[in-house]
């Protein structure tokens, strides 16, 4: 009767180990699908984001940080394809480049050739100059870079020519800074 006694606790004991690793490994994947959502979600990657935490809510119907983000993915699209435009800036190397005295929009024109040959026209950056007042037609570029990332150069840009940059759904905007 011990032997049986002995031998159902030793059973038992490794159902329950079993059973408790198996929560330990699906508590993992949970948490490792909504963070790679997280992620993705700040990359702009919205299939992505949503598929994660769609998973997320398969293996654990109650995880209300998935819903919530769920939700706000839905809610913020926009912002989700914005980031997604401003990191193919970060992403999308420029091999070379090499202004001297050029004008802000001839070295925005420039910048969208490079890009879109960069990325073998899968992005051009669409750059809109806004000033009214004529004051960046004065403004002259001298800059040489090799393999840096488009928003890289875009901030000596806009250090030299002193303007702001406002990244919209289908185009990039300079305008003077307002002192």
């Known amino acids: 009767m011990k032997t049986l006694k002995a031998l159902m606790a ?3 004991s490794l159902t329950t180990s079993s ?5 330990k490994e699906k508590a993992h994947k949970i948490q490792s699908l909504y963070n790679s959502g997280l992620v993705a979600m700040q990359q702009g990657k919205e299939a992505e ?3 994660a935490f769609t998973d997320v809510l398969k293996l654990q119907p109650g995880h209300g940080h998935a819903r919530y983000q769920l939700t706000q993915l839905t809610a913020n699209v926009a912002k989700v394809n914005l980031r997604k435009r401003e990191a193919l800036f970060a992403t999308t190397i420029l091999k070379e480049i ?3 005295k050029a004008t802000l929009a001839e070295t925005l024109e420039a910048l969208d050739l490079f890009a879109a040959e960069a990325t073998e026209k899968k992005f051009t950056p669409n750059f809109v100059v ?3 007042t004529g004051k960046l037609d004065e403004k002259t570029i001298t800059l040489k870079m090799t393999n840096v ?3 890289g150069i875009l901030k000596y840009v806009t250090e030299l020519t002193g303007t702001t ?3 919209d759904a289908h185009a990039t905007v300079f305008r003077p800074v307002v002192k």
């Not at 059973?19 to 929560?23: G, P, R, T, Y």
Request: no cysteine; glycine share 4%.
């Open 149 to 151: 990332p488009l928003s």
């Open 19 to 23: 059973f408790a690793d198996d929560l």
């Open 49 to 51: 984001a949503r598929s």
């Open 165 to 167: 940059i406002r990244y």
């Open 98 to 100: 090499n202004f001297n």
């Open 130 to 132: 806004q000033d009214p």
């Open 10 to 12: 030793i059973g038992l």
